[in-house]
Each structure stands twice: as C-alpha cells, then as structure tokens.
C-alpha cells in the first residue's frame, strides 16, 4: 500500500504514513463480498493480495461482470463512496484477498489535512474516468479478441481462475465465442 501511495508522487511519507496507519486490514475469503448491490459503500481499499469481480443485474436477471480489480490497486463501489447513495454493484472476492481499507470519513479527514490529499483524490478521481472510458471505448470499437489479449497481457496468471462465464459477460460474448478464443490464443 505505501508503494502504491509513493507512485503517485504527490503525498509525503509523512502523510503516506498517516493513511497506512489509518488502514484496517480485513481478509475477504473466495465467493467474500466487499460490497453488495444496493448497500452504500462507506469505505475505500487497497488490494494487496487475491482479485475481485464488480458486477450488476441486468434487467432480465443475467448478472453482468464490467470489471475485475487486481491486487496493487485500489477498490470501491465509487458512485456510492462518493455520494452515499446505495451502490448499483456488487463487488466480490474471486480469490482469497487481503485489503487494506479506509473510511470515508477518514478520507475525508486526510483531505481536509492538506492539499496534498486532495490532489491525490482528484488524481484518483482521473484514474477512475480515464479507466471507464478505455472500457466503454474498448466494448464499442474493439473486438472481443482485442479485449481478451488485452487481459491475456496483462494479467495471464488471473485467467486460468475467472470462471469463463464471468470472463464472458466481461468480453461483452458468449461462452461459446469465449472458447473459441481461448483455442486460438492458449495460455
């Protein structure tokens, strides 16, 4: 976690050690929920070990994976951290995973102690856009063999464990098209 907070290069270590010192350390076991769909997200966290899957219900029922979280990043339901409104997602753990997480009212504590953190959240607030927006642009103009190889790259060691149904609705395709990808592209 004080890694992740240095790489940004705007906090002191004095205030790095101030979060980390503020950080609760939980274990969310496999199948462990961060947050559930419709409970408001009260706190942000710190993944340093397993993964995550966020995901919502469809209207027809299909739960729809949008996006995984890895370790060495961070995790929230952030339309709910940010406004206290119910979160429209369910976050929940695909591995065995140790976080590290802070209240929003300790977040909200640091920004309030200087400047310094409210870069930070506005650095993190960028993140967040910038990552929704490669994922939109990515479904809508990409191919699913683009998305797979993309993730393929970038985190071949997760595949093997998402179960192909969640990596699927991730792909925005099918199991079937799924397996043919992963025949032309094995791991």
């Known amino acids: 976690m004080k890694a992740y907070l240095q790489s940004f290069r705007v906090l002191t270590e004095e205030e790095i050690d101030a979060a980390v010192q503020l950080s609760r350390r939980r274990v969310i076991p496999r199948h462990g929920f961060f947050i559930r769909e419709g409970q408001v997200c ?3 966290a710190f993944v340093q ?8 219900h ?3 029922g299909d739960e729809i994976t949008y996006c995984f979280t890895f370790s060495g990043s961070y995790l929230t339901a952030y339309s709910s951290f940010l406004t206290g409104n119910p979160a429209a997602e369910s976050i929940c753990a695909l591995a065995d995973a140790e976080i590290y997480s802070i209240s929003r009212t300790e977040v909200r504590q640091l920004e309030q102690s200087s400047a310094n953190w409210l870069a930070f959240s506005k650095l993190l607030a960028e993140q967040e856009y910038l990552s929704m927006e490669r994922r939109v642009f990515s479904l809508l103009k990409e191919p699913a063999e683009a998305r797979y190889q993309d993730l393929l790259r970038s985190h071949p060691e997760y595949l093997q464990l998402i179960p192909l149904g969640q990596l699927a609705s ?3 395709i099918t199991q079937r098209h799924l397996s043919r990808l ?3 592209h094995t791991i």
């Open 42 to 44: 009260e706190e942000v």
């Open 49 to 56: 070990s397993g993964f995550f899957r966020s995901f919502y």
């Open 58 to 60: 469809h209207a027809n």
């Open 170 to 172: 991730y792909l925005g």
């Open 182 to 184: 992963r025949k032309l």
